[in-house]
């Protein structure tokens, strides 16, 4: 057995990646990140709005150099900006503003009248009585008694905003003031019992160890929420009691206007059922607003709450049609109607018109023909009616409105399309091309668009979506070797949606002479259908693998130019976890591998992410959580497999990636260990030219050259 351990100290490790190497690295280096920002000009449009109006002007660069641009989307004019003071920003002017007296600390939470203010000490909480008569004028206080609100704040159990803020001074407090000035209210968390990690800072002069909270599936305890109101009148607190289920979490969403109830939500631990609510100040009686069952988990990559109109209406966002749609209730929680509906998926709500009573949001999978991943921009009214797309190109659109809210600037791509950008109007009227994005200096250099391309899921009905990179000097009479980038969600997928040069490492790749391919999986992004996104519950670990084996072999028979003979397989986080289990899985398919910070063992992953997408049964005392790990897998590797991790990383803890390490060396398998000292879960600077640079060498030699040693 010969297992290989790289650390990135000094420069002798720079050598070994260039020993015996035949390809030619500084055409890869050409198309990373960091390098390949030297080969564009402007990619977007930037406004500058004057003087709060309509009208803007930008910058733009291209090969001919930069220019100003000033456009009027009133008269629909744009020419080049002669004015050059208008480039000059004038100072903000503020109206109906009163600053806040001098003599109050930062620490200080000031009730709106200003005659009151709280603030921690301690731990706990203290309320003090400021009498303003003269102190504007003095700039002295008269000074009154403090009241000692609390006496049982604790550290990780406290009274202030930072609960580990082990200062002995005036601590800004979790207390917020309601409007009305005489009530007070805050959410305190017990966190005191919760598991916690480690990492090594190993640069340190004298090494340490970093103590942090680190919540993990089916652990006993879990945070605990406290609510409590306070009157000035009384000088007191008065807990209320808004437990619903077991260690539910508990969220504030705000208050109405009037300062009267303050919202908020609480869940299930289990994630699949959640309650929007209200409690009155005056009393602490808690009315719930909506109830909402989603099995087996809630989307919140996607939710949405807005209380409107004065605290009439909430906007809500739900699955329980099968596809993520917004839905309009009245202030009691009764449902008015369902403002989106179809299968196709709202996303983000960019802008609500309470006086028109319209939504403006993006929308995915709705247009015939077109990605459901490009996020295309809507609006509806509230009642449902007048659907309108304003952004009919089939491509991923990023807008910005102007003041008026009458148009937006649109700057769109694709992975195969350049950056445009477009002044638009939100009757549909104006559809201005601003700019074209010039990539003159980056195609001279060989770079080519990636293509993208649908294939069937492994159930043959599924579409699934990808991108495909080639090498710049790429012959479709030859064979060429596949990588397929994965990371398989289930919150998102590793997939190319807008215009990008190194296209998260694939570019480059590519230039080892290498088809490099992503692509989604059932059980991925959360802009699909509910079923689409849910796919991988209860079996987090292997749910994604029969997708893409399944793909790869559609493609090989749609581009005679992929070898299947020779896959490799890359990935980061989740992905880097995906490589080995598929490695170990499909042992005889992949044959050379990169995880980079993969949680192999997801009963040391973050507890939300498990007990959401995998699932925890309630027992009679505490949470159940069973998953599959990549540990006992280690016996079925054959291939050549590569594990990277930062070990300061406190996301994806290193001992994931030791662990892994360890059940390889008990399979007395070989593999190849580079540890990156001070990197976190995303790495930067040299130690990430470092890793890229590995990752070549590894698949060059075993993938490419076919090394066997």
Not at 346 to 373: F, H, M, Q, S
Request: with cysteine.
């Amino acid at each position: 057995m010969r297992i290989r351990y790289h650390l990135t100290f000094g420069l002798a490790m720079c050598v070994e990646i260039a020993i015996a190497q035949k390809s030619n690295y500084i055409s890869f280096e050409k198309f990373t990140l960091e390098n390949s920002k030297e080969l564009l000009y402007s990619t977007s449009v930037t406004p500058n709005f004057l003087n709060g109006g309509d009208k803007f002007w930008y910058s733009y660069t291209t090969k001919d150099g930069e220019r100003d641009v000033l456009v009027d989307p009133e008269k629909k004019e744009r020419k080049p900006l002669l004015d050059k003071a208008l480039k000059v920003s004038k100072p903000r002017l503020f109206t109906n503003f009163r600053p806040p007296l001098k003599y109050y600390p930062a620490a200080f939470r000031v009730s709106p009248d200003q005659k009151y203010i709280l603030y921690s000490k301690g731990y706990n909480l203290f309320l003090k009585k400021e009498l303003p008569e003269g102190s504007e004028t003095t700039g002295k206080p008269v000074d009154t008694a403090t009241i000692q609100l609390t006496n049982d704040g604790f550290k990780d159990y406290s009274y202030q905003e930072r609960d580990g803020d082990t200062s002995s001074g005036y601590v800004l407090p979790k207390a917020i003031w309601a409007a009305d000035g005489r009530h007070f209210y805050m959410l305190r968390k017990d966190s005191r019992r919760l598991s916690r990690m480690t990492i090594v800072n190993a640069l340190a002069p004298v090494p340490y160890g970093k103590d942090y909270v680190y919540e993990l599936p089916g652990d006993k305890y879990v945070p605990q929420y406290e609510f409590s109101i306070g009157d000035v009148s009384s000088a007191k607190l008065k807990k209320v009691d808004l437990s619903h289920w077991k260690d539910q979490m508990v969220e504030l969403k705000g208050e109405s206007k009037d300062g009267k109830q303050v919202y908020f939500t609480r869940k299930k631990r289990t994630n699949d059922e959640i309650e929007v609510c209200a409690v009155n100040l005056a009393d602490g009686i808690v009315k719930v607003l909506i109830h909402e069952v989603s099995k087996p988990y809630l989307n919140e990559q996607q939710a949405y709450l807005s209380f409107l109109n004065n605290d009439k209406e909430i906007l809500w966002y739900s699955e329980r049609s099968g596809f993520g749609h917004l839905y309009l209730f009245d202030h009691q929680g009764k449902l008015k109607n369902q403002v989106t509906k179809g299968n196709w998926v709202a996303g983000r709500v960019l802008k609500v018109d309470t006086a028109k009573r319209e939504i403006v949001l993006e929308g995915y999978g709705r247009e015939k023909g077109c990605n459901p991943y490009y996020a295309m921009i809507y609006k509806v009214n509230f009642d449902g009616s007048g659907l309108k797309l304003l952004t009919p190109e089939f491509a991923d659109h990023q807008i910005r409105f102007s003041p008026s809210g009458k148009y937006f600037i649109d700057n769109f791509s694709r992975a195969d399309l350049g950056p445009n950008a477009y002044l638009k109007s939100m009757d549909g009227r104006l559809n201005m091309k601003l700019e074209e994005a010039d990539l003159s200096k980056l195609f001279a250099t060989g770079w080519k668009m990636p293509e993208t391309f649908s294939v069937k899921a492994a159930d043959g009905k599924t579409d699934l979506y990808g991108v495909m990179w080639k090498p710049v000097n790429f012959d479709e009479n030859k064979k060429y070797p596949l990588i397929s980038h994965v990371y398989p969600g289930p919150q998102t997928e590793e997939l190319n949606i807008h215009f990008s040069v190194d296209g998260n490492f694939n570019a480059s790749l590519a230039q080892m002479g290498a088809i490099v391919v992503t692509m989604g999986h059932r059980g991925g992004s959360p802009q699909r259908s509910r079923a689409y996104h849910t796919f991988g519950y209860n079996n987090l670990r292997d749910f994604a693998l029969a997708d893409d084996y399944h793909a790869i072999h559609d493609l090989a028979r749609t581009y005679s130019f992929i070898d299947t003979t020779k896959v490799g397989i890359f990935g980061h986080s989740a992905g880097g976890a995906m490589v080995v289990t598929a490695m170990c899985t499909y042992p005889d398919f992949y044959k050379v591998g990169v995880s980079a910070s993969g949680n192999h063992d997801n009963t040391i992953y973050n507890r939300w992410w498990g007990e959401s997408h995998q699932g925890i049964v309630e027992g009679d005392s505490t949470f159940l959580f069973d998953v599959k790990t990549n540990l006992p897998l280690a016996h079925q590797l054959k291939g050549k497999l590569m594990l990277v991790s930062g070990d300061a990383d406190d996301n994806v803890n290193p001992v994931q990636t030791m662990r892994m390490v360890d059940a390889l060396i008990n399979a007395d398998k070989d593999f190849e260990l580079v540890m990156l000292p001070g990197q976190g879960h995303i790495y930067f600077g040299k130690s990430k030219s470092f890793f890229e640079r590995k990752m070549w060498s590894w698949f060059d030699r075993f993938l490419i050259l076919n090394e066997t040693k």
